[in-house]
């Protein structure tokens, strides 16, 4: 790969399959989803999507945004 995009998710699930599958649109770029405990289904919604370039990191609390981006999660 030569582009990985990071997505910090924490429910937004209604949105979530849109976004990954819009940068998945992308050739030669992954896409990293980082969930944040999210409660509304975000983790099955992503499951659904059915690409090798998609990574799902499931935290079991919020770790909260400045911690992911700052690598604290990954």
């Known amino acids: 790969m030569q582009y990985s995009t990071l997505i910090v998710n924490y ?6 399959a ?11 770029c992954e896409v990293i989803v980082v969930d944040n405990a999210s409660i ?7 499951q659904k999507i059915n ?4 990574k799902i990191i499931q935290n079991q609390q919020n770790l909260g945004f400045l911690n992911i ?6």
């Open 11 to 16: 429910n937004a699930g209604p949105h979530l």
């Open 18 to 28: 849109q976004a990954v599958k819009s940068v998945l649109s992308i050739k030669d």
């Open 40 to 46: 509304d289904g975000s983790i099955k919604t992503l």
């Open 51 to 54: 690409n090798s370039r998609l």
């Open 69 to 74: 981006i700052s690598g604290g999660a990954l």
